[in-house]
């Protein structure tokens, strides 16, 4: 129900808009999150934004890099990543927090960036 796109290679210094688009129901009224996990590394926190688009969260290695957007009318969450870094590296998921409690229930299929030296 939730599709990322957008992934693909990019060398660092470069950027990327990833695209999480919700289909089979909406996910307005909700939290949405990006993660990301890097090959045998524990999948991380990546942004939060709040269901309004107003209110944004961001980890501190992304944070001033990264940009989290929604546009409700057309169900898609957004990510544009600026001055990309090798260790940027990994594949990227979307998530939805339907209860509110920042407990994710609802994820994409991820999106590869690979950054590259």
């Known amino acids: 129900q939730l599709v990322e796109s957008g992934g693909g290679l990019v060398q660092a210094g470069g950027s990327l808009r990833l695209s999480c688009t919700a289909t089979?129901?909406?996910?307005?009224?909700?939290?949405m999150g990006w993660f990301r996990q890097a090959p045998g590394k524990e999948r991380e926190f990546v942004a939060r934004?709040?269901?309004?688009?107003?209110?944004?969260y961001y980890a501190d290695s992304v944070k001033g890099r990264f940009a989290i957007s929604r546009d409700n009318a057309k169900n898609t969450v957004y990510l544009q990543m600026n001055s990309l870094k090798p260790e940027d590296t990994a594949v990227y998921y979307c998530?939805?927090?339907?209860?509110?409690?920042?407990?994710?229930?609802?994820w994409g299929q991820g999106t590869q960036v690979t950054v590259s030296s």
């Open positions: 998530a939805a927090d339907t209860k509110g409690r920042y407990e994710y229930d609802y």
């Open positions: 934004i709040g269901w309004r688009g107003t209110r944004t």
């Open positions: 089979g129901r909406t996910f307005s009224s909700y939290p």
